[in-house]
C-alpha cells in the first residue's frame, strides 16, 4: 500500500494535504478496516478504495467524474488484486460520487462507499444513515464516533505508522480546520440532533 502511494501521489493534481487527500484516504482505510470485518467485505478491495478513489479529483470543489477519472486509472494499473477485485474496485471508485440505495448490491461496494461517506462531517455535512448501504454504518454511535474524527479533520496514526508520513502540525496549522475546532460542540449537537430525527 506504501508503495502505491507514491505514483497516485505523483499524479494527484491536488495539495495531498487538502480536504479529499492523505488524510481523508488514511480516515476511509480506518474505517474500512472496522467495517470490512462487520460487513464480510473483501478487505484488499477496501483498502485499496480507500486511498484511490478520490486520487484523480481535480478539484477540491464540484468534481462530478473525479469518480469516472479515478476508475479508468485504477484500470492502468498494476495491482496485487485478482481480475475480479480489480474490476470490483474500479466499479466502487466509478459510482462511489453517485450511487445511491436502491437494494441490495455488491457487500464489497457498500463496504467501500461507507467508508467514505462516514467521514462527510470533514466538509461539515452530517452522514444521513438512510443513505448508508450497511447496518454496522448506520450504527448511531459510530456515526457520530467518526463524525467527531472527521470534522477536525484528525490524522490516523496509520499515516505515520504504515506510510512513514507526517503532516499533522501541517494539518493543525491550517486556517479552515483551526476555525471548525470552534465550532466542534455545535457541530457534534447537530450530528446527535440529526441522528435523533432519523430514529
Ligand atoms: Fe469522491
Ligand atoms: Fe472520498
Known amino acids: 500500500m506504501k508503495n502505491l ?20 484516504w488514511a480516515r476511509v482505510l480506518e474505517i474500512g478496516r472496522i467495517l470490512a470485518p462487520l460487513t464480510g467485505a473483501n478487505l ?25 477519472r479515478s476508475a479508468a486509472y485504477v484500470m492502468s494499473l ?8 480489480h474490476l470490483l474496485l474500479a466499479t466502487a471508485c466509478k459510482l462511489h460520487n453517485h450511487v445511491e440505495r436502491s437494494g441490495p448490491l455488491d457487500i464489497t461496494l457498500e ?11 470533514r ?8 443513505r448508508l448501504f450497511t447496518t454496522p454504518a448506520r450504527e448511531p454511535k459510530f456515526i457520530i464516533e467518526r463524525s467527531m474524527e472527521a470534522f477536525v479533520e ?14 499533522k502540525q501541517e494539518l493543525e496549522e491550517k486556517e479552515f480546520i483551526r476555525y471548525k475546532k470552534m465550532y466542534f460542540d455545535d457541530f457534534m ?3 446527535e440532533k440529526s441522528l435523533m430525527k432519523c430514529k
Not at 498494476?78 to 477485485?85: P, Q
Not at 484528525?154 to 503532516?167: H, I
Request: negative net charge; aromatic residues 8%; glycine residues 6%.
Open 111 to 121: 463496504t467501500c462507499w461507507d467508508s467514505d461517506r462516514l467521514d462527510l462531517a
Open 44 to 68: 484488499k478491495v477496501v483498502e485499496h478504495f480507500a486511498i484511490l478513489h478520490d486520487s484523480c479529483r481535480q478539484s477540491e470543489f464540484f468534481d462530478s467524474r473525479h469518480g469516472e
Open 154 to 167: 484528525n490524522l490516523p496514526s496509520l499515516v505515520k505508522k504504515e506510510w512513514g508520513m507526517n503532516f
Open 78 to 85: 498494476k495491482l496485487d488484486l485478482t481480475k475480479k477485485e
Open 189 to 191: 449537537k447537530r450530528v
Open 123 to 130: 466538509v461539515g455535512s452530517i452522514p444521513d444513515p438512510e
Open 5 to 24: 502511494l507514491r505514483p497516485i501521489l505523483e499524479r494527484y493534481a491536488l495539495s495531498p494535504t487538502g480536504t479529499h487527500g492523505l488524510s481523508h
